[in-house]
């Protein structure tokens, strides 16, 4: 039993220690992001330019859907994310203490469709690990129906970290995508939610998060309420 147990301890240091050696060697500054950037093909430039606020929204949640924890993104992709997130670092809250660890971001969304009134509001929280570690996201969400009849409420905090995979295309890597979530079928007038996962992780570059409440009506009908995506470079 004792040979057991230090064979498990000795295992145990190896990967600590090995884990930690590898965040070191890829851990990113500002300047490899920056000089990925760099190397972005103008065509995609171009591209991303021509989009409006709400197109780079949209297609910032089809690429957070697409996309699984390991996934490499194409190079079409990978371009859009290093784009959105040189704008979001120049037009954000992107000072040192909204860098990696723990921050967190309020939101307050209506929404009247089929006779329905709601109002989805609450706290979205990450704290990310400097090196590599442990890193939770989540948070509390609050569906409130003012108006209406409704039959079932399902509430969602989603959260995707990208991490920089190398200087050459496709660049960007998905570290983590994933939810915390909760459904609920009766006493429906308030519906709160507060939860949080840990995950572990290697410093990323970009993170995203978003709230979102599907409703669903008493006549069957069913449509979803979302906030804005909270966007953070690390």
Known sequence: MK?????????????????????????????EVQEAIE????????MYNTLSLEEKESELLRIGESYTE???????????????????????ENTPTTRAGSSSKWYDVYKTQYGVRVNLYGNMKQDIA??????????????YKSEGDISKVKLEIFHTAYGLIGTSAPFVGVLYNG??????????????????????????????????????????????IKSSTWKKFH
């Open 39 to 46: 190397k972005i093909k103008p065509v995609y430039v171009k």
């Open 70 to 92: 390991g996934n490499i993104l194409s190079e079409k992709d990978s371009a859009f994310i290093l784009l959105n997130l040189e704008e979001a670092k120049t037009i954000r």
């Open 3 to 31: 040979r057991i147990l230090s064979l498990i301890l000795v295992l145990t240091l190896l990967f600590s220690t090995s884990a930690l050696c590898f965040a070191e060697t890829t851990k990113t500054t500002g300047n």
């Open 179 to 224: 939810s915390v979530s909760m459904e609920k079928d009766h006493s429906l007038s308030t519906t709160r939610m507060d939860k949080t996962v840990e995950y572990g992780s290697i410093l990323p570059v970009y993170t995203t998060m978003y709230a979102r409440g599907t409703v669903t009506t008493q006549s069957g009908d069913e449509f979803t």
């Open 130 to 143: 400097f090196v590599a570690g442990s890193s939770e996201f989540g948070g509390s969400a609050t569906l």
